[in-house]
């Protein structure tokens, strides 16, 4: 009898390391099959919010060719205005004959004002992680010809200037590979500190996401420049644009689009808007 009982405690005890070794087995599996799904969510993310992007520039550029100039930016503060909601969004005394914006440097797609789809419940146009940290931001050049008034976003200013004034425009939008160290310096322009360091100097508008990491925000200096927190109060036009970096080093996540003015003069000649 005693020998009955010793061995099926050795049968019980072989099952439960039997057992031990098929959750192993089973943890392992999930884990293996975990990490490809998050990456593959990971990427359609991002897949899409560049396809968003993408249609967001080819809608400014309709705009552009219907309407004679650019919208302005979106309301950026904390609490936008009820009005300005999705919309453009004028400055004081701004309007579209004018083009004087009230952000033009730090504000959002206006996804109302170009009949945009993806929106928010304020109208925001929001990249493919939805939450309202992740509104799809816009800046477009301040660049002033033959005049007071903004070329790009008043009514005709770029028929008024001229294609060749606006090829010969200094004060476009700067992409850089990585932030300069002048970036905070008190001046109403600065550029990437070097060619070796830009992408581009002539962009009209740049269109981007905060990526992943919008909420949080990202903390690198790449990232902050284009976060722009009070870009009102000092105003530059340089904006960063690389790979996709984090594990121990700074994170950068940002997803960013811009169109210089070479394609821009091409597509409104293209379509009669100019000269």
Known sequence: MHRKNGAAARIRGFTLIELSVVVLVITLLLGSLLVPLATQVEQRNVSETQ?????????LIGYAIANGRFP??????????????GNES???GGTAANGK???PYDGYVPGITLGLSNLDSQGFVVD????QQNRLRYAI????????DPVFTSLNGMRTAGISSIGGATTLLYICATSPANLGAPTPFADCAGIGNTLSSDAIFVIYSLGKNAA??????????????NFTANPNYIFVSKVKTGGTGPEFDDIVLWTSRYNVLAQLTAAGQLP
């Open 51 to 59: 396809k968003r992007l993408q249609e967001v520039k080819e809608a």
């Open 128 to 131: 493919a992680w939805g939450l």
């Open 72 to 85: 302005c930016p979106a309301e950026v503060s904390p609490v936008p205005d009820p009005n300005d909601r």
């Open 141 to 148: 050049a301040p660049t002033k010809l033959a005049g007071t």
């Open 216 to 229: 949080t925000p990202g903390t690198s200096t790449d990232e902050a420049a284009n976060l722009k927190p």
């Open 90 to 92: 004028f400055d004081v």
């Open 101 to 103: 914006c009230k952000h």
